[in-house]
């Protein structure tokens, strides 16, 4: 299950040019088990991925999770602190659900200052 933001549910982009439905495509060409859900919302923050984390795992009931979530905070400029506690929160519950989690990192943009 992907679990992010515009960033992953490909906001903007033609039908099928996002990084995951590539993902989805890259996994079916290597004939793959794997299953791509993408649980992706465009202008989701760190605090709304927390708030909805448990129902999207009761829900898809993933074996792995990619989270990508924390770029609407830093544009929005919300405290690196809030950000990191939420998405430790959310590792916290995803693994409480026996799931393989990959967290993926992004900067801000110099002009947000010093993190």
């Known amino acids: 299950m992907v679990y992010g933001d515009s960033l992953s549910a490909g906001y903007?982009?033609?039908?099928?040019?996002?990084?995951?439905?590539?993902l989805?495509?890259?996994?079916?060409?290597?004939?793959s088990v794997y299953?791509?859900?993408?649980?992706?919302i465009s202008?989701?923050?760190?605090?709304g991925?927390?708030?909805r984390i448990e129902q999207a795992l009761k829900?898809?009931?993933?074996?792995?999770?990619?989270?990508e979530l924390g770029a609407n905070d830093g544009l929005r400029g919300l405290p690196i602190k809030s950000i990191h506690d939420n998405l430790e929160a959310i590792?916290?519950?995803c693994k409480q659900?026996?799931?393989?989690?990959l967290l993926i990192g992004m900067r801000l943009p110099p002009n947000y200052g010093a993190t």
Do not use: C, D, F, Y
């Open 12 to 22: 903007g982009l033609p039908q099928k040019t996002g990084w995951v439905s590539m």
């Open 24 to 31: 989805e495509m890259q996994l079916k060409t290597q004939q």
């Open 91 to 93: 590792v916290k519950v």
């Open 59 to 67: 829900r898809h009931r993933p074996n792995i999770i990619i989270v």
């Open 49 to 51: 991925g927390l708030n």
């Open 35 to 40: 299953q791509i859900i993408n649980a992706s």
């Open 97 to 101: 659900n026996k799931a393989s989690i």
């Open 43 to 47: 202008g989701e923050t760190t605090l």
